[in-house]
């Protein structure tokens, strides 16, 4: 359930017309309903409650200070990939406590930032890892809670660029290896090994990868802590998929009791990385429709958004819903979706049913609050553009649309001194 619907024919965002915001900041934006992410969250984190369970919402999937200021306020804590992520959840005021860091090439520089601050574990995936980890924490006198990440050799059954737990996939420990590498570890005196992790993929449909991945990781827990290793935590990831046209997820309490029913007798502390599920159905990309270029072939409605704001259908082929602004009593056609960028990937939706459009109607792009303003860029020198929350029948801006003075302001052309 999100929070887009029509009133009286147009489109509206939570209880604000998506129209009144695009005549005030104009075109094209991303608008994200807060209700829809408390919902999400509330929904998630009540699947679990039968355990104690920290759910660190995977900044990669939004990491709008905002956004991360609401779901923190709301008990969630953060999965993160770089030091500008940590940074981020900091700066929405979730507690370093909170905080774990994934991610298979962590610098040496942010290991020694994640350890200053204090972050509540490292999900590492190399023994080289780990031995730079214990270096940097003797410098700084103190021990690094860590946990490794497991690759189960698992198939997601996922698309193939967002699968991550097979063993050609660049992550994790591979699954043979994994004990030598916990035994590792008790030869780094700066270690402390808190937990087991692991993250399967993005985007899941099926639970049965998710089943598969975490018995495995049961017993290896189970041997882990035969061997002598106190293992605390269970982190398993995210990856739980959502629908974004026809697909038919498991709802995250059929998830929850998987998870409850395969791990509950190791008495862990549970971590979940959920980050799609969360705010993908949460927000929207509004856009307005520039061109109507209507061929012998076919017809292309030419919007204002484009690869660059909204990556995930010329990345990995991905559908998104498009839908107008304006509700309409006219007979659909068929229409490509496009955007104005220099390469032929840069569609959003080829033949499409769409009522008739014109030059300034605006359209939406359905589920676009995950991986959509995170992944977008600047390619073509268009400038990223503005982010906006909705509450009931308020709105409020949370990333202003970068200038075009911002945009150039960063180059510098060098004063060669001949
Ligand atoms: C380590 C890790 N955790 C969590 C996630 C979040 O995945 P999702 O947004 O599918 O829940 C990802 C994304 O791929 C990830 O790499």
Redesign the pocket.
Known sequence: MDHFNYFDGSLCAENVPVVKIANDIGTPFYVYSSATIKRHYDVFSQAFKAIPTLICF?V??NSNLAVLNLLGSLGAGA?T?SEGEIRRARAAGIAAEKIVF?GVGKSRDEIRYALGVGIAQF?VESREELDMINEEAEILGMQANIAVRVNPDVDAKTHDK?S?GRKTDKFGVAWEDIIDVYEFTKTKKNLNVVGVTT?I???LTDIKPFKQAFERIKSLVINLRENGHDIRRLDL????GIPYGRENPPSPEEYASMIVETIQDLNCQLVL?????IVGNAGILVSKVIRVKDTKDRKFIVIDAAMNDLTRPSMYGSYHEIITVNQSEEDLEAVDIVGPICESSDVFGRDRQLSPVAVDDLVALRSAG?YGATMSSTYNSRPLIAEVIVKDNDYKIIRKRQSYAELLGQDIIPDWKE
């Open positions: 995977a990669k999937a999965d990939v994934s999900n967002i991550t993250h993929g993005s985007q990831g995210g990856g739980l990385e959920p980050g799609r599920l995950a």
